[in-house]
Nanobody
């Protein structure tokens, strides 16, 4: 079984910064894409940022220029550096990894972290 463990959420004032981290462990052969989604109260879960194993990153428009996603393939870890935080960034942030469990695997699997709360006060 594979699992993701997230850390780094918390309470910060508007304009502040936070760094989220997520580490994958367990029965993992290779991870293709890792990323972050978020879900605010009463809203659907939506994409924040993703990064492939060759470092290609993609961002949701509202976080471009403020958030930076990075990855350490050797440690199966993804980070999300969040600067210039706004109250509208308040949400539960979920890590996701798309992976293969063995060298023989044909299909990829998605696994989600448990979520970490980010609260930005005005």
């Amino acid at each position: 079984q594979a699992q993701l463990v997230e850390s780094g959420g918390g309470l910060v004032q508007a304009g502040g910064s936070l760094r989220l981290s997520c580490t994958a462990s367990g029965s993992i052969y290779t991870i293709n894409t890792m990323g972050w989604y978020r879900q605010a109260p009463g809203k659907q879960r939506g994409l924040v940022a993703t990064i492939t194993n060759d470092g290609s990153a993609d961002y949701e428009d509202s976080v471009k220029g403020r958030f930076t996603i990075s990855r350490d393939n050797g440690k199966n870890t993804v980070h999300l550096r969040m600067n210039a935080l706004k109250p509208e960034d308040t949400a539960v942030y979920y890590c996701i990894a798309r992976y293969k469990s063995t060298i023989f695997s044909v299909n990829e699997h998605d696994i989600w972290g448990q979520g970490t709360q980010v609260t930005v006060s005005s």
